[in-house]
């Protein structure tokens, strides 16, 4: 099977299964576990905050930080088709009991203005406005970037109305890659980053949150109540180590989705924008093929390509480090032919 669902299907490595079975450990509720404790510090130093804390998932480590900036009945400004919104199963409601002003962007880019534009002044009707979420790169979007610039605009407004901006990086050393700057830059106008160590960087579990350290302590306690305070979880922090060193793999996941989305686009029936081809996703319409995305989906699982469909025209593949040159060159062979019969 050459699996183009998404990034979170890579393996560890044999390196990673090595670093975990002799990885040195303790009782991370008492802060007793040295491998999560080296882990939280080479992760808050590498996006530029004061501390960082290792959760279960990347949507524990947003909603923590929802939940850690917020008080109920707050209002929160999303992007109408961010992750925090559409994927996290209502758990900025569920959870943190706080109201989502949901705004679509380009591709899933938001811009200081219409951020500005979704603002109102201090009404005795209105919620407070807490907090503005980001999303660097953007899933849903396709993979498209953020800019320092546009990030540092974003924030300068949401500062200016007396907000916190969290960024929800899952993707973030994706979004470095591209843009050829450091994630400490992208990062550094956010109150706080989550990003991810089970996607393009291979390891088995696990996210990061970051922020200032009163921040991260707060958070903590957080995720004590969430049920996330875990054990000898050095285990696992073990293999988010070498996850860490995997940033410079990034950029093949890249080339491949450049030389996916090329072939993609010489495929009759198939539509795609290359420009936003910007990192390790792709996203193609299929209408012109006469099926449905579903339909595509179902029939390239029986040539042995997993792929996602998003809705009923759009299709989505996802690079990573678990597929080759040559398995992208298959998965081309094997799209074409299920087009054309
Ligand atoms: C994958 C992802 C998450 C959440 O990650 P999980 O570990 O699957 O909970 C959050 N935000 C974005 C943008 C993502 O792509």
């Not at 907000?163 to 400490?184: P, Q, Y």
């Not at 988010?240 to 995997?246: D, K, N, P, T």
């Not at 990192?279 to 699982?301: E, H, M, Q, Y």
């Not at 997993?306 to 009923?312: C, D, E, K, P």
């Amino acid at each position: 099977m050459i699996d183009l669902r998404s990034d979170t299907v890579t393996r560890p490595t044999a390196a990673m299964r090595r670093a975990m079975a002799e990885a040195e450990v303790g009782d991370d509720v008492y802060g007793e576990d040295p491998t999560v404790n080296r882990l939280e510090e080479e992760a808050a130093r590498l996006v530029g905050k004061e501390a960082a804390l290792f959760v279960a998932s990347g949507t524990m480590g947003n909603q923590l930080a929802v939940m850690t900036h917020t008080r109920r009945g707050d209002e929160v400004i999303v992007e109408a088709e961010s992750h925090i919104y559409y994927y996290e199963v209502g758990g900025l409601a569920a959870l943190s009991g706080v109201q989502p002003l949901a705004i679509p962007g380009q591709n899933g880019i938001l811009t200081s203005k219409d951020v500005e534009a979704a603002l109102r002044p201090e009404n005795i009707h209105f919620p407070r406005p807490r907090l503005l979420c980001l999303e660097n790169t953007h899933n849903r979007g396709g993979g498209t970037v953020l800019s320092v610039e546009q990030t540092r605009a974003l924030a300068e407004v949401a500062r200016r109305a007396g907000m916190k901006v969290h960024l929800d990086g899952a993707r973030i050393f994706n979004a470095a890659v591209f843009l050829g700057v450091t994630a400490r830059e992208l990062a550094e106008p956010a109150d706080s980053v989550m990003f991810c160590l089970s996607k393009g960087l291979g390891a088995p579990v696990g996210s990061i949150l970051a922020g200032s350290a009163a921040f991260v302590e707060a958070a903590r306690k957080n995720r004590k109540l969430l049920g996330g305070g875990m054990r000898q979880a050095g285990i696992l922090a073990a293999a988010g180590l070498l996850a860490l060193e995997m940033v410079s793999c990034l950029e093949e996941d890249h080339q491949k989705a450049r030389v996916l989305a090329e072939g993609l686009a010489e495929i009759p029936g198939i539509t795609l924008d290359l420009n936003l081809v910007q990192t390790n996703i792709v996203r193609f319409d299929v209408a012109g093929t006469g099926l449905s995305a579903p339909d595509l989906v179902a029939r390239l699982k029986d040539e042995g390509v997993l792929a996602n469909a998003v809705g009923t025209t759009k299709v989505r593949m996802v690079t990573h480090r678990d597929v080759s040159g040559i398995d992208i060159k298959r998965a081309l062979r094997i799209l074409a032919a299920v087009v054309s019969n």
